[in-house]
């Protein structure tokens, strides 16, 4: 089982940018699929961006042209590069790894870390 650490969360004002981080455990990173969720209260869990083992990209709506994905296989590490911050992308940030199509994540939750844009 893969087990997934993430980081780089904080308190940013609108217009802001923060840089996530996901170290994985295993080698087996490098060949899964990543995405990174997020989930607010009351609110269901949802795909914020994806990558490929080949490095294809797909992005919700709502982050295209703000946020980019990216990963490093030789340090086991997915990163989320959030700009533009908006008070609507507060939540709990999350990694999995995830299947295709449809980007269904299968692995085991960390604890995610917290996103907090003020307005």
């Known amino acids: 089982q893969l087990q997934l650490v993430e980081s780089g969360g904080g308190l940013v004002q609108a217009g802001g940018s923060l840089r996530l981080s996901c170290a994985a455990s295993r080698s087996i990173f490098s060949i899964s699929h990543m995405g990174w969720y997020r989930q607010a209260p009351g609110k269901q869990r949802e795909l914020v961006a994806g990558?490929?083992?080949?490095?294809?990209?797909n992005y919700a709506d709502s982050v295209k042209g703000r946020f980019t994905i990216s990963r490093d296989n030789g340090k086991n590490t997915v990163y989320l590069q959030m700009n533009s911050l908006k008070p609507e992308d507060t939540s709990v940030y999350y990694c999995?790894?995830?299947?295709?199509?449809?980007?269904?994540?299968?692995?085991?939750w960390g604890q995610g870390t917290q996103v907090t844009v003020s307005s």
């Open positions: 990558i490929t083992t080949g490095g294809n990209t």
């Open positions: 999995n790894p995830s299947r295709l199509p449809g980007w269904a994540p299968f692995g085991s």
